[in-house]
């Protein structure tokens, strides 16, 4: 079969609905696509840990700490479902980080941002999480069988996770002036990289045409952006958080809250490694990777010998 109709096939199976799974013929620019956007995906989960973990031993209660732990848990978990997603295009995990720690592999800009205080733990869960949600139930409708399917059980965990931020603001908006002060500094910082998440406007995106095509992303980056301000910006007003965009006004019409202009400098200087905490974020993982190192060393010899056990006793 020539490419052109190879092509063509594949196409009217995207346009039909159908899942594409691992085993099936598909374009090389579509695997490059998914691996580049999963990998990228699969690394934020993980990076993202980082800036959590570092308020575990600070959490103002034990709840408070059993659920942030739980929560980083999560992200871990999130982490490794992605990688099995794009280890299913052939691909193994050691590459995968290979080309995180080279520099080859984005992940998401807004960990590269420090958590200063308990407000921003609760900052990130509402903002942050709740940006990956409405980005990831889109993505729980993509064409590739194992990325959309890995979505919805992320989506499920991630609900929570937004939950818990909105409770963490929620409450100390109703505290005292200094806990009040606190929570507005975190929205202050985090709600321009939260937007950034979405990616460059729809005309400055580079990949997003092909994508759409493919089903790799089923909405536009300023759509998925638009709906979360629209959600997010009704949440802050409940609890007497004030947006920090001056621009930020209603459209009757459209029924749009309409921001002002996103600081896209800011942005392609943190994702091309310049942002506030590019380098701790990454010696971090290459020191903690290296260290436990052992760890996977034992997983792979306990696997190996279990398959030894299973082989032999057939006979
Ligand atoms: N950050 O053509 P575009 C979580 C890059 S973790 C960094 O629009 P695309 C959590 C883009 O990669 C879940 N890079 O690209 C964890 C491309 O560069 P390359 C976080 C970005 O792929 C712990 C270039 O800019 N969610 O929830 O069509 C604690 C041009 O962009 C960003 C994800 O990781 C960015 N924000 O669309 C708490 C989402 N934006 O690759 C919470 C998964 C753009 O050509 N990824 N770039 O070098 C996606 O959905 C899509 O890749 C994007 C970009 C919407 C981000």
């Given at each position: 079969m020539s490419d052109e109709m190879?092509?063509?096939?594949f196409q009217s199976r995207i346009d039909n609905g159908e899942k594409i799974e691992p085993g099936d013929p598909m374009p090389d620019a579509y695997r490059k696509t998914l691996l580049r956007q999963i990998s990228?995906?699969?690394?934020?989960?993980?990076?993202?840990?980082?800036p959590e973990g570092n308020w575990v031993l600070r959490a103002p209660s034990l709840r408070a700490k059993k659920i942030l732990l739980a929560k980083i848990q999560d992200e871990g978990g999130h982490g490794l479902y992605l990688y099995s997603a794009a280890?299913?295009?052939?691909?193994?995990?050691?590459?995968?980080?290979?080309?995180l720690h080279a520099g080859k592999a984005k992940y998401s800009s807004v960990f590269n941002y420090p958590t200063l205080t308990w407000a921003d733990i609760g900052a990130i869960g509402w903002l942050v999480d709740g940006a990956a949600i409405v980005n990831q139930t889109m993505l729980a409708k993509c064409s590739f069988g194992p990325?959309?399917?890995?979505?919805?059980r992320i989506c499920k965990e991630e609900g929570f996770h937004q939950r818990q931020g909105y409770e963490i603001m929620a409450r100390m908006m109703s505290g005292t002036a200094a806990q009040k002060e606190m929570a507005q500094d975190?929205?202050?910082?985090?709600?321009?990289?939260?937007?950034?998440?979405?990616?460059?406007?729809?005309?400055e995106s580079v990949h997003s045409s092909?994508?759409?095509?493919?089903k790799i992303k089923v909405e536009s980056n300023d759509r998925l952006r638009q709906r979360f301000i629209n959600r997010t910006v009704e949440q802050a007003h409940h609890i007497g958080l004030i947006v920090p965009d001056p621009l930020l006004k209603y459209n009757d019409q459209t029924m749009n809250?309409?921001?002002g202009p996103i600081n896209w400098e800011e942005f392609y200087k943190v994702i091309n490694g310049d942002g506030p905490c590019n380098h701790k974020r990454m010696l971090h993982h290459i020191k903690y990777h290296r260290e436990g190192g052992w760890v996977r060393d034992a997983a792979r010899a306990f696997a190996e010998k279990q398959q030894e056990t299973a082989d032999t006793s057939i006979y």
């Open positions: 190879m092509l063509k096939q990228q995906h699969a690394h934020s989960e993980v990076i993202g840990m980082q280890e299913s295009l052939g691909i193994d995990r050691d590459e995968m980080i290979g080309q990325y959309s399917r890995a979505m919805l975190a929205m202050n910082r985090w709600w321009w990289p939260s937007l950034m998440m979405f990616g460059p406007h729809d005309t092909e994508s759409m095509k493919w809250w309409e921001a």
